[in-house]
């Protein structure tokens, strides 16, 4: 049983993403004064999505909670949609805008913040804040998946819709340069037009190589974990003697000893079903030894008699 119930987390997850989006349309930067205000951020784009996925989240457990026990087909259907819708948001949205804004802002942090996230930044947007937008998301969507299975589309489907947002974001990055003639990230004024172009092409893959990546992940955590089929098999063999002693009867008649010994095979399989439960089966051979026995007994019943 979880320590914290996955709807908790969500409640929470949800509140906190509030909590960030109101402080950072809060803060007094002349970039949300220039055209396309904080919409020209990916960034803050991928906070909006976020905070719409647990939204729908917390939606569907409620309404769950709601419809328990009810016997309404059409409620059943609307929650089925919108478990649907929350699936795809997941797969499409959700996790790998999440992954790209965490691991595209670090890298280049880390290589030259200037380009990215100039040090001038620092002077509005207070650590707290930066680590809600740029490394807290990641942890915050791998929870999600942890705790609730979600199906993906079919991949090319998924690729298609995910390579569809990225074009779309470039075209409006584009777009804006067009309008205000300064880009939206300061590592697009120092490269070229033909190294731009490069960069878009590089960053398209890399959000789609982060859907697979999340496609991966829920599949091993979910095709393993609770619904693995794999079937160990361990094969133990050991020895057990089986003594026939010499015996001496009352009419003075001689019964040499044989000594058998034979082999005793156990297959151990272990079964993972759907459900958690732990299935063991022990599977014995024993004709072998059953048809040894029995012959040292004939033998030994010919002899007596």
Not at 23 to 42: E, V
Not at 88 to 111: D, E, I, N, Q, R
Not at 156 to 185: K, N
Request: hydrophobic content about 45%.
């Amino acid at each position: 049983m979880a320590l914290i119930p996955s709807q908790v987390l969500r409640v929470a997850i949800l509140l906190s993403y509030f909590s960030i989006l109101c402080h950072y349309k809060a803060l007094d930067m002349p970039a949300h004064q220039t055209y396309g205000g904080s919409w020209k951020f990916l960034t803050f784009i991928d906070l909006v999505i976020q905070a719409v996925f647990f939204g729908l989240c917390v939606l569907i457990d409620v309404s769950s909670l709601l419809t328990k026990g009810a016997d309404s087909r059409e409620q059943e259907r609307q929650l089925k949609k919108l478990i649907g819708l929350r699936d795809w948001m997941m797969a499409v949205l959700a996790f790998p805008v999440g992954a790209f804004v965490v691991f595209t802002f670090w890298t280049l942090y880390l290589y030259d913040r200037e380009l990215v996230y100039p040090k001038l930044l620092d002077n509005f947007i207070p650590q707290w804040l930066n680590h809600g937008m740029h490394t807290t998301v990641l942890p915050f969507i791998i929870i999600e998946m942890r705790t609730t299975h979600h199906n993906y589309p079919r991949r090319s489907w998924g690729l298609a819709a995910v390579c569809l947002f990225g074009v779309g974001y470039i075209l409006w990055t584009c777009w804006v340069h067009q309008v205000t003639g300064v880009w939206v990230y300061p590592v697009l004024e120092r490269i070229t037009p033909l190294a731009r172009v490069a960069f878009f092409s590089a960053m398209t893959a890399v959000i789609c190589i982060m859907y697979v990546l999340g496609e991966i992940l829920n599949g091993y955590i979910w095709d393993h974990t609770h619904t693995g089929t794999r079937i160990p098999t361990h094969t133990h063999r050991y020895t057990h003697p089986y003594t026939h002693t010499q015996v001496h009867t009352h009419t003075g008649r001689h019964i040499p000893t044989h000594t058998h010994r034979y082999t005793h095979t156990q297959v151990d399989t272990s079964l993972h079903t759907h459900t958690g439960t732990h299935i063991r089966v022990h599977t014995h051979r024993y004709t072998h030894i059953v048809l040894e026995m029995f012959g040292s007994l004939l033998s030994s019943f010919f002899q007596v008699s």
